[in-house]
């Protein structure tokens, strides 16, 4: 692995390598039959939280990967604000995903595929806290293509 | 209590009779200092999963009432649907609540009070479920001054 300087958290070749984290925990998904979906969030260079989708497991539609990363990230951080916090999710988050992003204030969301159908930037732009800076398209077709496989896979 | 028939799920005795369960369990919330909200889900008029929120306490912003109560009665149900079923909330859902709740494609939402900042009508009339009604304004003053009187003794 090239080293990354990840100090600053805007960096192209950091959220490249932090996408590529995210679609790590997508695999893992995949590999439980789960729409493959991950994420990770990151603060000051450090991943502090990760989860992937994990709805039909626990047949729980709250359990995005989204989710469980900001629970995780919570619990580590011992509060319930993440400012100066990324999000790294494959796919554009969800409502529910923005909505509760929103309640973290989480500083930036950087996403690679867009989802045409439930993704929050379909609906309305309010639905983030004005205070998150959003990035779309990192590792975009990898990200996007990893869905499609997977529901093409099913329709067989 | 009086007999109250609670086949016809719509009837406004049984919204009554629920919301104040929901109410209870926003009761629960105010012992722990908590955001008083509380929500259940009822099936066949059976209470089948309730919540009320801990963000705070759990330091978790996906801690609300009815993220709780649609994971406890996807659990009872051993299915992530909640057709058939009816969310009783004291305050309008926000806009992560109402995500969520699409997904569980729930059949009806019963809520007290509205929530002027992120009540998920203020944002777009598709954040939820095309198959779920919504009705409110159930025990709209008592569900929305627990929340007020508790704002009003935080500034105190």
Redesign the interface.
């Known amino acids: 692995m090239k080293y990354i300087n990840f100090e600053d958290s805007t960096d192209v070749a950091s959220d490249t390598f932090f996408m590529r984290q995210a679609l790590q925990e997508a695999q893992e998904a995949l590999k439980l039959d789960e729409v493959p979906i991950g994420a990770v969030i990151v603060s000051n260079g450090k991943i502090i939280g990760k989860g992937h989708n994990l ?2 497991r626990l ?4 359990a995005h990967a989204e ?1 469980q990363a ?2 995780a990230a ?2 580590y951080i ?3 604000y993440l400012t100066d916090c990324t999000l790294y999710v494959t796919i554009e988050p ?7 992003a ?3 204030h989480i500083s930036r969301i950087v996403y690679g595929a867009k989802d045409e159908k ?1 993704g929050y930037s379909n ?2 732009d ?2 983030l806290h004005p205070k998150t800076t959003v990035t779309a398209g990192v590792l975009e077709e990898e990200c996007g293509e990893l869905v499609k496989s997977f529901f093409r896979n099913k329709r067989k």
């Open positions: 709805a039909e047949k729980d539609v709250t989710m900001f629970t919570a619990n011992g509060g319930k969800c409502v529910m995903c923005a909505g509760a929103y309640w973290t439930r609906f309305h309010k639905l």
